[in-house]
C-alpha cells in the first residue's frame, strides 16, 4: 500500500509574486517609518523655535517707564486713595461727637493707613475726657486713643490742648 500521509501535508506554493509583495511591504514601511521619524523631528524642532521667539518675546515685553510715567502712576495712586477715603463716614463721625467745649483746630487723614489725627483744644481735661469718649463710641471708628495733652495759659484763660488718633474701621 501507499504511504498517504503525504498528502495530509499543505502543499508549499512559492511564488515569485509573493516574494515581491513582501518585499515591497517592507520596503513601504521601512519609508513610511522614515517619514514619520522625519516629521517628528521637524516638530521638535519648531517647538524649540517657539519656545525661543516666545522668551524672547517676554524678554522684550519688560519694559522701564519713564520717569513721567512713574511720576504720573503716584499722582493716579494719590487720587485713588483720595477717592477711596470714606470722607462722609469720618466726617459723620466727628460731626456726631462735636461738642461746643471743644474746638477742633486741625484735622489730618492719613489715606494710605486709614487714620486720622484730630488736634484742638479742650475748655478742661473733663470736657476732653467726655469727647474722646464719644469719639469711641462712633460707628466709623475704632483704636481712639489720646497722644497728646497738655494744658495751655493764654492770659487768664487755661485750655487744655491735645492730639488724638483714631483709626478707620472698614
Known amino acids: 500500500m501507499a504511504d498517504l500521509s503525504r498528502y495530509l501535508r499543505p502543499y508549499w506554493h512559492s511564488s515569485p509574486w509573493i516574494w515581491a509583495a513582501v518585499l515591497l511591504l517592507a520596503c513601504m514601511a521601512a519609508w ?9 523631528t521637524q516638530a521638535l524642532e519648531t517647538q524649540d523655535r517657539v519656545e525661543k521667539l516666545l522668551a524672547r518675546q517676554a524678554e522684550l515685553a519688560k519694559f522701564k517707564p519713564t520717569p513721567k510715567e512713574l511720576d504720573e502712576l503716584k499722582r493716579w495712586t494719590a487720587l485713588k486713595l483720595e ?48 469727647y474722646l469718649e464719644r469719639l469711641t463710641l462712633q460707628a466709623g471708628l475704632r483704636e481712639v486713643y489720646l497722644v497728646h495733652q497738655q494744658t495751655v495759659a493764654r492770659d487768664r484763660l487755661e485750655t487744655v490742648s491735645f492730639e488724638i488718633k483714631a483709626t478707620l474701621s472698614d
Open 32 to 40: 513610511l517609518a522614515g517619514q514619520a521619524y522625519e516629521l517628528h
Open 83 to 130: 477717592r477711596d477715603f470714606p470722607w462722609q463716614k469720618v466726617f459723620k463721625a466727628v460731626e456726631r461727637a462735636n461738642s461746643k467745649d471743644i474746638e477742633l483746630l486741625e484735622f489730618q487723614p492719613d489715606k494710605r493707613n486709614r487714620v486720622i489725627v484730630l488736634r484742638g483744644e479742650a475748655r478742661d481735661l473733663a470736657a476732653l475726657v467726655s
